[in-house]
């Protein structure tokens, strides 16, 4: 039996929606918070119910991040090792296929269009019924066979409350300043949500936990509390870039893929930044400037991949003002051992 969601959705007041929708050209709908756990568009209240009760298989694997922290990187190589490192189809058929994005229909916004062959997969399978009620998303993954891996933002707490039991959870996370840098440039990016400000004008959105899917702390908390879960592998961005040999490794044994060192050498050069930015199915930055879905003239999706990035964004003032908003995030911000910069071997 389906549970009730146990949250209220809190629109935000006025005065907020007012002035996120003068920067956020995508927010035109407005803004609801999930009880401090997560912002989503108004429309995720038509769905918030069926990804909570959403029952995963026993074989599936999410990998639950908060938005920017290495999540495209993990998905395609959580879909290669499963799938006895296909690299040919990889590079074929496009990501979001062949790892879809759960609950990416609440945050699609009524007044873009659909994307286009996901939506066309969902005609063909349901002749005659409107995609917009059901999901084109959620039909993806259900129709998806298995091994499945499924991409969420969403946080534990908005999912099933006995999701461990179902299935396994590859929870990435990156330091926040990097995060906040790179959220910048994709927000820009994406019609859904196109910031037009600037940087610190981003930073004060971002101190005041007022973006799309904030607050970011209280989900970096619940992936952390979870991290000894036997069905939870709990990675940092950073230590992908420091060793990704290493963290294949983990990943193999973790994911039951028992693939040879030779086979995770293959998955690390095919997931490598160059590789992934320059091949359509990872980085559709180009086509999707094309379909109208991403703005023309921003940094690509696949952008620069690097730790320690932030150090080019942050001002003085700037990083006070993030500093705040840590102290104001303890004792968690202080908890997740993060690194901020890292040094990779020659
Ligand atoms: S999203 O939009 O939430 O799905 O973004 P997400 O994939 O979580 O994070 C995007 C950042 O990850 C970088 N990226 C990579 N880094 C290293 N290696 C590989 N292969 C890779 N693929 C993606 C991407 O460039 C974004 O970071 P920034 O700092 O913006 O470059």
Redesign the pocket.
Known sequence: MASEFPYVLNPFPEEVQTKLKAKFLGFRGGLVDVEGRHAMPAHYGRFAERYFNYKFQKDDVLVM?F???????TQ?IVWTMRNQVDVDTAAKVPLDVRVPFIEFDSLQPEHLPLAAPIEEAYRSRHPGEDPRDKGIFLDLVDALPSPRTIKT?LPFSLLRPDLLDSCKVVYVARNPK?VC??YY??QRLVKVAEFVGDFPEYVDFWTQDLLLQAPYWPHLAEGWARRHHPNVLFLFYEDM?EDILRELGRLNTFLGTALTESQLQTVARH???SG??SRGA?NPTAALQESGEFKKGEAA??????TG?WTNFFTPELEEKFGEWMEKWRPTSEEIPFRYQIKIPE
């Open positions: 991040t938005p920017r922290s290495g999540t495209t990187w395609e933002h990097d840098v790179s440039h994709q870039k997931t490598s930044f992934m930015k990872t999706f696949i952008r620069k991949g690097t990035d």
